[in-house]
């Protein structure tokens, strides 16, 4: 038997990707994003929730103090007050709020035992949203939102498409007229739209943004596996399915779909970036995720009413350049598979 | 032959109208759409009132079929929140959108098969990869970001534009709300173009008419153009779907009064007729300008005709 390696073309792909400079940086920001996303708890400095209303709208940089008093309802998040100064004399701490207001308060109610318990002059490197929320926090938490939608909604999406495209393009017939006529109806919809009409019906929240975004963005996929299928179906090797006696599950999973994966791959990226669009135009209109959950989309919106005032453009400028970066690397990854399973358009 | 074509074109376009319709149908608030319109705190019998003023209180298939034969006689019902029929403020608004949006997919077009050409010229040059950085980032960016960058660069910052209100008060107010809308199907019919350009470039024909001794000029926009510019149609009767999707935020954010301004204001109250009404409208226009595009592709290419 022969030890030379058969390089399998799927490999071949990978070979060719890793090669494309543009693709490897892509999916080093996309893993650090990913990274980011899952670590999101241990890496932000604040809870996404956590309002400090003194601290309302403060630009990128703002440094302000800040005392931790027990939360009894909550140990693990204590309350937060804002103070200008402070000093601790016997058992008490005495403040002054951001307006000078003097109050004073028992060092027992606050969190721990000495200063450095329990007050902090953290920086708010993004400045803070109306409510005083730290918007790196908020960012990192978006995100979140933002690469769920996108992962779930391209799997129902998927999981739709690839089963109507595979019949379709397996079955033929009226099969195939049933489900382009469906095809066509969803089309005609502009994605966005169809996107808002099933929120509309399925209500505002998490999941059902997720769900409908998933059943508007299968159409593409159903439509390139159908036409993969057209072509795989006239060769040998699938006919030799068909002569070995496999039945039409057998063949459609374990040897159609496989020769279709490339462009499947391709396209379920691009979904994925339309679908942190997708969710962020929902937020910006007021569907989809709701408040006090942070999403991008929303946070653009929050921001949008001091644009015209030419103040604190950073609210909206900061989330458009997370979901920018976000949807630019996932274009640019892509195309980097789209090149890198199709190596005739690379060479161009 | 031809009629035959344009006949089973108009037909499947009507069935495919009709799935069109009875989805637009379904958008509705989940649950008793009489109850979420009037809040948990409404008594029961106004409740019941505005569910039998709506129809909802019959079956549901009296209701698709009622909604149907109404939609036949151009009746799109009445807005919830004015109390005014829907078709009436849709054919109001309508030129303030047609204008944005004619305009818009009309500098998109020139512009992205311009700079789709420029970058073909020479690839893999400075300037082709410059070309198509930028039109990858015109491709990540939604609407809405693109116009609140606008906004805030040549609205607010520079004052080169106003960043609100309608023409009425000056062309320039135009100038925003159009390059929102444009930058996105800009950046693809410029991608497109390139790549359609260099599928052409490397064609025997044109390797011809270069061997024939004519100017590189020549060849390019006389051979090779003309027939890169199919998949470039395409593109752009496909695009505009997007595009009106586009003008409901960019009508927004520009307080723009098309029909699109008046869909979100009409989401944010989920005054569901009126947004019933409205992608109906989207979707209706954008079906026609696919099937407008079809048969014109049955006349200028025959094989289209026979498939």
Not at chain 1, 125 to 139: K, P
Not at chain 1, 147 to 173: M, Q
Not at chain 1, 275 to 282: H, M
């Amino acid at each position: 038997m022969s030890t030379d390696r058969v390089e399998s073309p799927s490999r071949l792909a990978l070979r060719r990707l890793r090669k494309n400079t543009g693709a490897v940086i892509a999916m080093v920001v996309l893993t650090v994003m990913v990274i980011a996303a899952i670590a999101a708890p241990w890496i932000t400095p604040f809870d996404p929730t956590t309002q400090i209303l003194e601290y309302s709208v403060k630009p990128a940089g703002f440094r302000g103090t800040i005392l931790f008093k027990k939360n009894p309802a909550d140990p693990e998040t204590p309350s937060i007050i804002a103070v200008s100064d402070w000093q601790l004399r016997s058992d008490t701490v005495y403040y002054r709020d951001p307006a000078g207001e003097p109050y004073s308060i028992a060092r027992s109610a606050l969190v721990g035992v000495t200063g450095d318990d329990f007050v902090a002059t953290p920086t708010f490197w993004l400045g803070t949203d109306r409510f005083g929320r730290d918007m790196f926090t908020r960012l990192i938490y978006g995100m979140r939102v933002s690469l769920s939608v996108g992962l779930i909604s391209e799997s129902i999406a998927l999981l739709i498409g690839i089963i109507l495209g595979a019949i379709a393009g397996y079955y033929r017939g009226w099969a195939d007229d049933v489900i382009m006529w469906l095809v066509n109806v969803v089309w005609s919809f502009p994605t966005i739209l169809l996107v808002v009409a099933f929120s509309v019906l399925l209500g505002k929240g998490y999941w059902q943004t997720f769900v409908a975004i998933g059943i508007s963005s299968w159409v593409d996929i159903a439509r390139i596996v159908r036409g993969q299928f057209f072509s795989i179906r006239e060769q040998e090797y699938i006919e030799a399915t068909r002569a070995l006696g496999y039945g039409p599950t057998r063949t459609i999973f374990r040897h159609m779909l496989l020769n279709a994966t490339g462009p499947i791959i391709v396209l379920s990226t691009a979904g994925f970036a339309t679908a942190i669009i997708a969710e962020a135009s929902l937020s910006f209109i007021g569907l989809g995720v709701q408040p006090p959950t942070a999403s991008w989309g929303q946070m653009i919106k929050d921001g949008y009413g001091y644009i015209a005032l030419g103040t604190n453009w950073g609210m909206t400028l900061f989330p458009s350049i997370a979901m920018a970066i976000g949807v630019l690397v996932l274009n640019v990854f892509g195309d980097g598979l789209r090149d890198a399973f199709d190596p005739k358009t690379s060479q161009r | 032959m031809m009629v035959s074509y344009i006949l089973r074109k108009i037909l499947y376009t009507l069935l495919v109208l009709l799935g069109v319709v009875v989805v637009t149908f379904f958008i509705r608030p989940p649950g008793d759409p009489a109850r979420v319109l009037l809040g948990q705190r409404a008594d029961s019998a106004s409740v019941a009132a505005l569910r039998e003023q709506l129809g909802l209180d019959k079956p549901l298939p009296y209701q698709i079929t009622t909604y149907m034969t109404s939609l036949a006689g151009g009746d799109l019902g009445r807005s919830i929140a004015t109390n005014r029929p829907v078709a009436e403020t849709i054919i109001e608004r309508l030129p303030a959108t047609a204008l944005l949006a004619v305009t818009s997919i009309a500098i998109a077009t020139l512009l992205g098969i311009l700079l789709g050409v420029i970058a073909a010229w020479r690839p893999n040059t400075r300037i082709d990869t410059l070309t198509m950085s930028t039109s990858l980032l015109g491709i990540s960016l939604p609407a809405f970001v693109v116009g609140l960058l606008l906004v805030l660069v040549f609205g607010v910052g520079l004052e080169w534009f106003p960043i609100s209100g309608y023409v009425d008060r000056g062309a320039e107010h135009l100038v925003l709300p159009m390059i929102t809308l444009a930058i996105r199907p800009l950046s693809i019919i410029a991608r497109v173009t390139r790549s359609s350009m260099l599928d052409v470039l490397g064609q025997d024909y044109v390797r011809t008419a270069k061997a024939k001794g004519l100017s590189d000029a020549t060849v390019f926009v006389k051979h090779a153009l003309r027939n890169a510019l199919n998949p470039v149609v395409t593109t752009v009767s496909a695009w505009f779907a997007g595009l009106l999707a586009g003008t409901y935020f960019v009508e927004f954010i520009f307080n723009w009064p098309g029909i699109g301004l008046a869909a979100f204001n009409a989401i944010e109250k989920l005054d569901y007729p009126m947004i019933q009404g409205t992608v109906l409208f989207t979707a209706i226009i954008f079906v026609t300008v696919n099937t407008l595009a079809d048969i014109l592709y049955g006349f200028i290419d025959p094989k289209v005709r026979l498939s």
